[in-house]
């Protein structure tokens, strides 16, 4: 009796459900069921069900990925794209006023190539010229939603600081007559500088906070202080409600910035590059900030001379939660074989690799309850390859993003011969406005 | 003895100058009133510088100067909703240079964020800088405009616009409304200090805002009882703000129709965007809403000078050809609509622009709306202009032809009852006559 209660729950469930099953994949789930090879039931953009043997409701959407391998979606911790205009505010060393939040551009090709490379979620941060920059915001790669439409809902919102070369050669003369003119120049041009302009603002910000809660817990009286755009976001750092991104190379500047949160009570969310974190790697781990670097970028500037490809393997095995990222468009597209890079550099196993561009960003955007791995009750995001994940010959088939299929690159390449022939259309329909039109001209 | 008498009579008239008629009535003209239908045949008589009646069954009066409108259509006088016409125009080189005749005054410090007030002259009106005898005033009437709403556009926040009648030795013969609202600008110039970048812009129109709410609290507080209360700091840039009943925030991409409405909502403020290359897009007026929006008469056209390989992507392509759609696109989503000049001021390229609206799809009717009634009721004076409906204020444009048509001449146009004739066509740019320069 009870199976066909149930039986008909599932009928009923079923006319009003999106549902679609990922049938006989490879599944590197990252989650405890590790990897196996099973299929992925979706309904309502949640992962329903991860099984070896999930049970197929009528009307359901199958999607046949025999042979092929499912991943989470990628998470790329450290992105620029998607943005309108400059994403540095060059001007001052402190520009926490400023918000990623209000320039997101929705029709940034970006978006489509991430996908493309298996990226569902990415980190858009302020640029590195200042030692504190802009707050930031975190995107699902829904490419042909609107502004709104991309923001991941619920994700802690962030800030970006930035320490060493970056933010001291933003505002002064460089050699070369690069840098900064006369005109422009900009305190700090040291890295002590820095620290001094990180601690300066944090003064300003617990005196701002301390009118705030001194108007707040008088009980409201009289005309509230000013509301400071800068100091506010700072505040939300000193109360926890702000992630702070640190980019970071050098040994000495992790530590120094350790003191100085430490010293006003805050936490370092993620230290960004930290090419020099192996060095520091229990420090990191002990303070409680994640670490998110490249996987073997090194020698590009002076402070990353000492940066060496077991960075990741070092920090993850000293205790640190690690990710790699990207910080650029290109790379974006292929962190599934940066991901590889860890296991031929520190012995990392296949899970723990893959895990670097998955759970383990998720873990430190505070979004791990909803993404970064395929696991019941999660989003359905999702991406099909055609061979093994962590091989450089793997292509992206398919790519799901709250159980909407966001990228299929059948569908793509064959939609390509349409696409040629319209604009090809346009050009002539182009030109051919301008032909009557010059024979128009002599009046 | 006698001829000589009149002669001398003559000779003094012509020296007073001929006086202007108590009234004048156009007769046996076709009237597009655009408030209400058509009349085919009918007449309009104005009085001190207002319509005294208009109508199919109208009679001249006795004192009226009556002007045979046989073979004529008369309109309401244009309005342009977005102008400069008059306005100073920026010295080459310069950044709007009030007092950069020379560089004696050494630049001011770079601004180190939003406290310092960049590139905000909010407090200004436009009728307090424009130039009566500017010859783009001239050149927009001989078109068959007769209201500008002027704006300064230098800067984040410009200034005040305000609305002038396009006839008058001196702005406050012209001005109408000296407030019009608060022009904003987010195009990012090149500056040594804060704001750099487009989300700098926009955190520092935020922050003034609060800034604005901070100062109303605090000037309250002051009023009610000053007595031992430090005086609120005056602040130039936050009483104009303050002073403006509305903001025009700038929006052509469809990302930035939404990012300007939601904006706009956040700011509490009641907005009008301009721009609007890509008003035929969906998403544009799915946003929209009740935001009354100005588009632009400039349709994006090819660079003349581009580099013949470049290939260009399809959506650059797709909103140069469909721009011109815009119009008919805004009208079918309801969403309230006028036309600007955006810096178009020779009555050729105005009634071209128009024409190619017309050519894409849009009526007529509602092009002519778009240049007279709907402007007004977007900015609030519909009561006092835009339509040819007794009590308004006499300002028409009298064609031969339907207004932008190719072969259509304008004939006449009366701005506060007075009558202009067109300028005639100089032939190409750069001809003599004053522009505002400074």
């Known amino acids: 009796m009870r199976k066909i209660y149930f039986a008909a729950l599932f009928a009923a469930a079923f006319v009003h459900a999106e549902v679609t099953v990922i049938k006989n994949a490879t599944i590197m789930s990252e989650s405890s069921k590790g990897t196996f090879k099973g299929s992925i039931l979706v309904r309502d953009g949640k992962i329903a069900e991860v099984g070896e043997n999930v049970m197929v409701p009528q009307g359901a959407t199958i ?16 992105s620029h794209i998607a943005g309108d205009g400059n994403i540095n505010e060059m001007s001052v060393s402190v520009s926490s006023m400023v918000n990623i939040k209000d320039i997101i551009n929705p029709e940034d090709i970006a978006i489509y190539r991430a996908l493309a490379g298996g990226v569902t979620t990415a980190n858009i941060l302020h640029g590195s010229a200042n030692s504190i920059g802009g707050q930031t915001i975190v995107l699902k790669m829904r490419w042909g939603k609107d502004a709104d439409g991309l923001i991941f809902e619920g994700a802690k919102p962030g800030i970006k600081f930035a320490l060493g070369e970056n933010p001291k050669r933003s505002g002064n003369p460089q050699p070369g007559g690069r840098g900064a003119t006369p005109a422009a120049l900009r305190y700090p041009a040291t890295r002590m500088g820095v620290e001094d302009t990180i601690r300066e603002a944090f003064n300003e910000a617990v005196q701002y906070k301390a009118e705030w809660d001194a108007w707040e817990k008088g009980g409201k009286q009289g005309i509230p202080p000013r509301k400071d755009l800068k100091l506010e976001a700072l505040k939300e750092v000193l109360e926890g409600k702000r992630y702070v991104h640190a980019h970071c190379y050098r040994a000495d500047e992790i530590l120094m910035l350790i003191r100085v949160a430490d010293d006003y009570g805050f936490k370092i969310r993620t230290f960004q590059h930290v090419l020099e974190g192996y060095k520091v790697a229990k420090e990191i781990a002990a303070h409680g900030a994640g670490a998110s670097t490249f996987s073997d970028w090194w020698g590009f500037k002076a402070e990353a001379y000492d940066a060496i490809p077991y960075n990741a393997a070092l920090m993850t095995k000293k205790g640190v939660t690690v990710s790699l990222n990207s910080d650029d468009a290109e790379l974006m597209r292929r962190l599934n074989t940066e991901a590889a890079k860890a296991m031929r550099y520190g012995g990392i196993s296949r899970e723990d690799a893959l895990a670097m561009v998955t759970i383990n960003p998720a873990k430190q955007l505070g979004v791990d309850n909803r993404v970064g791995s395929i696991d019941v009750g999660k ?53 051919a406005d301008q032909a009557p039109a010059q024979k128009r001209r002599p009046q | 003895m006698k001829h000589i008498l009149i002669a001398l009579l003559a000779l003094g008239a012509i020296v007073v100058g001929q006086p202007q008629p108590t009234s004048i009535a156009i007769r046996n003209a076709k009237i597009v009133t655009v408030s209400g239908p058509t009349i085919a045949k009918g007449t309009v008589v104005l009085r001190n510088g207002l319509i005294a009646a208009v109508g199919d069954n109208v009679q001249a009066p006795a004192d009226a100067l009556v002007i045979d409108g046989d ?229 994006p056209v090819k660079a003349a000078d581009g580099d013949p390989d470049d290939v260009e992507s399809m959506k650059t392509m797709e909103v140069r050809e469909k721009a011109p759609t815009s119009p008919m696109a805004l009208k079918a989503a309801g969403v309230k609509f006028a036309f600007y000049s955006d810096g178009l001021d020779q009555p050729r390229d105005l009634q071209r622009a128009v024409k190619k609206a017309i050519d894409a799809g849009l009526s007529r009717e509602d092009a002519v709306r778009a240049l007279t009634l709907s402007p007004a009721e977007i900015y609030g004076l519909a009561d006092r202009i835009g339509s040819v409906e007794k009590g308004k204020i006499a300002n028409l444009v009298v064609t031969r032809g339907d207004l932008f048509d190719d072969r259509t001449r304008v004939e006449m146009v009366f701005v506060d009852g007075v009558k202009h004739l067109p300028a005639p066509e100089t032939g190409g740019r750069g001809g003599a006559g004053t522009e505002n320069r400074q």
């Open chain 2, 71 to 299: 073979g004529m259509t008369v309109y309401p006088g244009l309005i342009d909703a977005l102008s400069t016409w008059g306005m100073p125009v920026p010295a080459a080189g310069g950044r709007g240079g009030r007092g950069a005749a020379a560089p004696a005054t050494p630049a001011p410090p770079p601004a180190m964020g939003p406290q310092d007030r960049p590139q905000t002259t909010s407090w200004v009106k436009a009728m307090e800088q424009i130039a009566p005898n500017d010859r783009r005033i001239e050149s927009a009437r001989s078109a068959g405009f007769t209201t500008a709403f002027a704006f300064p556009t230098v800067g984040i926040f410009g200034g005040q616009g305000s609305a002038m009648n396009l006839g008058g030795a001196k702005a406050e013969d012209m001005v109408l409304e000296p407030s019009l609202g608060q022009y904003i600008s987010l195009t990012v110039r090149p500056s040594n200090g804060f704001p750099q970048s487009l989300m700098g812009y926009i955190a520092y129109v935020r922050q003034i805002y609060l800034d604005a709410d901070h100062y109303k609290m605090e000037k309250a507080a002051y009023e009610k009882n000053p007595r031992g209360m430090k005086r609120p700091e005056f602040d130039r840039a936050l009483e104009g703000v303050i002073e403006s009943k509305r903001i025009l925030l700038p929006a052509n991409r469809w990302v930035e129709v939404e990012r300007m409405v939601k904006f706009a909502a956040e700011l509490k403020q009641p907005a009008i965007l301009y721009g609007m290359r890509e008003g035929f897009d969906k998403r544009s007026t799915d946003y929209l809403k009740s935001t009354p929006v100005l588009v632009s008469l400039k349709w």
């Open chain 1, 63 to 78: 999607i046949d990925a025999q042979g092929q391998w499912v991943t989470p979606g990628i998470i790329d911790a450290h």
């Open chain 1, 379 to 431: 989003d359905a995001d999702i991406v099909i390859y055609d061979k093994d994940p962590l091989s450089n010959y793997a292509k992206v088939q398919k790519v799901m993003i709250d159980g909407n299929k966001y990228f299929d690159r059948d569908g793509e390449v064959s939609g390509r011969p349409m696409k040629e022939a319209t604009k090809q259309k346009m050009i002539e329909r182009e030109k």
